[in-house]
């Protein structure tokens, strides 16, 4: 780690206690956090020194609100509705219906040839610290062709707060988060085929959905989609770093979560004042194309930064008890996709490969050089799979690829 590298952490460290440190608790944390923060960033953070010796901070404040302004990604909508969880939780979804012609011509050719789409309803669950719109690519090439629905997970997007999180302290799981699901497609989609795609967090709900309500899945579900995702053992992810910084992130990582959840407006302060870092951060743990366009960057550090800091710290801990192995068997007999990212540091493409040894049917694809944001950094193979797994399920017959669906305007 360079010595500008260290600098950057070390400023950024401080900038944390300068905006958090009232109490002497509270300032041990924060120091926690500081190391914790110097492993996770030691790639990330060089990029950012090095920017900072050659772009001031003003400069990229108007680049980041240029490419705010002028990227069109996460522009898209459709119909509005909301779902109560069991615990009340409002849950907000929007519906893409089919145009009555069957949607684009062009567009339901490059899906489907010369068939008309089975009149299925495609469920789209996004992951951790992100929100419906990160499904913008895929949304796109779908639209008016396939209904869709595209959710928001409880405390993203435009979901309100858990309410049992936030009146009775009780911890998000992941098996709530199945239920959700089903409230949603009670909603949503109350009766007709339905085919799930799931990323990340996204794909784990879809997990949780089955083990919760297998007859749904035996009823109704007809194909499947994995994304960038994991059925458990998420606690020996090493995020790309070595056993020492692995070990500390581990062991003070909760503590600091829930301290920061605790202060969670002082904390967004600090999380303010070190925006570059972060970004950096985001950037390295998203994507790992050289040449991804700045604008989609951008858009995933929005959707990230938009996630509060009390909401970070309220799901982290579900994600190490997650385990839904055992559900994958529900999957068996229907068409599933599996796809992931080679270079992904968040949930490694090994998770993926484990689950395709479950389902021996599924197509596995891994994409070289992609991140955990693959549905963002390589979109057009993320639409093209999901098209052939549309045709499998019977909703038509794919003849051409999907290269060149990447415009908000498709």
Not at 332 to 337: A, E, F
Not at 388 to 399: H, I, K, N, Q, Y
Request: net charge negative; aromatic share 6%.
């Amino acid at each position: 780690m360079s010595e500008s590298s260290a600098e950057a952490v070390v400023d950024a460290a401080a900038a944390v206690a300068t905006a958090t440190g009232a109490a002497a608790g509270w300032r041990r944390a924060t120091g926690l956090a500081g190391a914790a923060i110097g492993f996770v960033a030691a790639g990330a953070a060089a990029g950012v020194a090095i920017e900072r010796l050659t772009v001031g901070r003003g400069m990229r404040r108007k680049a980041r609100l240029a490419l705010d302004s002028a990227g069109p990604y996460g522009s898209l909508r459709g119909t509005p509705g909301k779902a109560s969880a069991d615990d009340g939780t409002e849950l907000y979804y929007e519906v893409d219906d089919v145009e009555p012609e069957g949607g684009s011509a062009p567009r339901r050719r490059r899906l489907f040839g010369r068939k008309v789409p089975a009149p299925v309803t495609v469920v789209f669950s996004h992951g951790y610290c992100l929100s419906q719109d990160s499904w913008h690519f895929q949304r796109a090439a779908l639209r008016g062709v396939v209904r869709t629905v595209h959710w928001d997970q409880r405390s993203h997007g435009r979901s309100g707060r858990g309410v049992a999180q936030t009146t009775e302290g009780v911890p998000v799981t992941i098996e709530q988060l199945g239920r959700d699901l089903k409230a949603v497609i009670d909603a949503a989609v109350p009766e007709g085929p339905i085919v799930l795609v799931g990323h990340s967090m996204g794909g784990m709900t879809v997990m949780a959905l089955a083990d919760e309500f297998p007859e749904l899945i035996r009823d109704r579900v007809v194909a499947v989609a994995l994304v960038g995702t994991s059925s458990g053992r998420l606690g020996e992810v090493n995020f790309g770093l070595p056993v020492a910084g692995v070990n500390v992130v581990r062991r003070v990582l909760p503590g600091v979560l829930k301290a920061m959840g605790q202060q969670a407006a002082l904390v967004e302060k600090g999380r303010r004042a070190t925006a570059d870092l972060f970004a950096g951060i985001i950037k390295r743990y998203s994507f790992a194309s050289r040449d991804v366009d700045p604008a989609i960057v951008r858009f995933a550090e929005r959707m990230i930064e938009g996630t509060p800091i009390d909401v970070v710290a309220e799901y982290y801990p579900a994600f190490n008890d997650h385990d839904k192995t055992e559900a994958l068997a529900l999957f068996r007999d229907m068409p599933v996709l599996v796809l992931a990212g080679v270079q992904d540091l968040v949930t490694p493409s090994e998770h993926s490969e484990a689950i395709a040894d479950l389902l021996p049917d599924a197509e596995l694809v891994l994409v070289p050089d992609a991140g955990h944001l693959v549905i963002l950094e390589h979109p057009e193979v993320v639409t093209d799979r999901l098209a052939d797994l549309l045709a499998r399920a019977g909703a038509g017959r794919v003849t051409a690829t999907v290269s060149g669906w990447d415009s908000a305007s498709s």
